[in-house]
């Protein structure tokens, strides 16, 4: 049916159209979203039964509170407790200007995405594929965002699996010592399989976006304090022993080729790099937000960024400033975490090194709601325009059971896939965060070619593709050169 002429014949009140998003295009698995007209409105009224009934567009009473708690449990991973190993390549200066580039170049680069959500006067773009498809065509938008969207949203549940059953295990052997406890210790499989459960269970729960805000807030909550925590508590017990802050390029046994150090900084300033993220929910978290002509949501979601980012910045720096101090070149891949239970494991109590665990755990929990939805979302999708009707709770449930079934299996069947995660964020999250909001603006807005927005925009969509190529090609160059130890099906 042609959208347009339907609107001409049956014009719709602002604030209908307003709710609706992405009507004309197809959602990630080619399944069309039609608008139908409903016979028994008697005002011939185009009705846009889609949206509504979908979990990313259910509800849009947010507001910048709700927000707010979004965007800092999905935008402060547990990626940040790794920055002091980059700062270690880095160095102090240069980690430092690293970090603070990429802080501010994403910050932009969200407050574009936050402008193009309503760039069309009518239409909310509230699912970035679709924004995608809306700038470079149907084709091109969904050949080159697919990929990454889609593996923002499943592969995050899937390294969110692996983290929080990695970190229950380490509650365990926390509270109930091998030597200490009798108890037969559950192998790796069981415990990925009791945090899937959990997720999931809370997934049952929360049918839509906006009904996630409790369980972000929480989320926020957890992760603003397992990360000051590490921070304080690393300064506070001191530093160790033989503590150097000479650049890990320098470090005795190094390959000093000049192959070897550019990988290794190119690396390094991956690490920083893919310590920010969310950007692939952020039309979606705008989308639970209401919105009119008169007040549009992108006031309302400007509030709720520059809350949440004022709150990250003060987490992130910290991190990497007291970290590296704190460890200089005696941190490891496995970043504070693993740093702090190694050298202050013994300096504080059991209830602290558990409370951290846990506080790491509800974290992966509440994260895992937000990056799944729009995979809940795709699903339902399918299963609405096979039927044209609302998605009943128990096909809703069995959708819910699935993926989380397929995340489970994928997390056991590739356990490693954490040692894979610069090669796959190089290819998937820098060109999202960093480049395709830049195009996508120059293609929706279209400001005066030539002009400095213009030259701007694209300087930086240029920097962050190339970005993206370096950190894969140094990804593909470290793994030739150290291997994989693939361990298939063994947690």
């Not at 921070?231 to 530093?239: A, E, F, I």
């Not at 989380?404 to 090669?423: C, D, H, R």
């Amino acid at each position: 049916m042609n959208m347009e002429k339907e609107a001409q014949q049956h014009p719709l009140p602002e604030n209908a159209v307003l709710r609706h998003s992405d009507a004309s295009f197809k959602p990630p698995l080619s399944i069309p979203i039609d608008v139908g007209i409903s016979p028994d409105d008697d005002h011939h009224h185009q009705t846009l039964i889609k949206d509504p009934w979908l979990p990313l567009t259910q509800s849009t009473r947010g507001n910048s509170f709700f927000a707010a708690f979004h965007i800092l449990n999905s935008n402060l991973a547990f990626q940040a407790l790794v920055l002091p190993f980059a700062f270690a390549t880095l160095g102090w200066a240069w980690g430092s200007v690293c970090l603070s580039v990429a802080f501010l170049w994403q910050l932009y680069t969200i407050f574009l995405l936050l402008l193009l959500h309503e760039s069309v006067p009518g239409v909310r773009h509230s699912r970035f594929l679709f924004l995608a498809m809306a700038a470079f065509g149907q084709r091109v938008g969904k050949a080159v965002a697919l990929f990454p969207v889609m593996y923002l949203s499943g592969g995050s549940c899937v390294m969110l699996i692996i983290t929080g059953g990695r970190t229950m295990q380490l509650l365990l052997n926390t509270t109930c010592p091998k030597d200490e406890c009798h108890a037969h210790p559950l192998s790796g499989v069981l415990w990925f399989l009791a945090f899937t459960i959990i997720a999931i269970a809370i997934a049952q729960l929360t049918p839509s976006l906006n009904s996630v805000a409790g369980v972000s807030l929480v989320g926020a909550i957890s992760a603003v304090t397992y990360c000051t925590l590490f921070w304080v508590l690393s300064l506070s017990k001191g530093r160790p022993t033989s503590v150097s802050y000479a650049s890990s390029l320098s470090r005795p046994g190094h390959d000093h080729s000049a192959v070897s150090n550019i990988s290794e900084i190119i690396n390094s300033i991956g690490i920083i790099v893919l310590s920010f993220r969310g950007h692939n929910v952020m039309l979606e978290i705008q989308g639970t937000l209401p919105s009119s002509p008169e007040k549009p949501s992108k006031e309302l979601m400007r509030k709720g960024v520059m809350v949440s980012y004022a709150v990250i910045a003060m987490c992130v720096f910290p991190l990497a400033i007291a970290g590296c101090w704190a460890y200089g070149n005696q941190i490891r891949e496995g970043g504070m975490a693993s740093a702090f239970a190694e050298f202050h494991g013994h300096q504080v109590t059991k209830f602290t090194m558990r409370f951290l665990y846990v506080l790491i755990t509800i974290h992966c929990l509440s994260s895992f709601q937000v990056y799944a939805m729009p995979a809940f979302d795709n699903l339902e999708q399918r299963y609405i325009n096979a039927k044209n009707k609302r998605c009943p709770r128990l096909v809703r449930s069995c959708l819910r059971l699935m993926l989380g079934a397929l995340t489970l299996f994928i997390a056991v069947t590739f356990p490693f896939l954490p040692k894979l995660g610069a090669l796959l964020g190089g290819m998937t999250l820098v060109p999202v965060t960093y480049a395709y909001p830049c195009l996508m603006w120059v293609a929706i807005r279209k400001p005066p070619k030539g002009g400095y927005v213009w030259c701007f925009n694209l300087l930086l969509a240029c920097l962050g593709l190339l970005l993206s190529l370096l950190l894969v090609a140094s990804s593909i160059w470290t793994l030739a050169r150290f291997g994989l130890h693939a361990n298939f099906l063994h947690p």
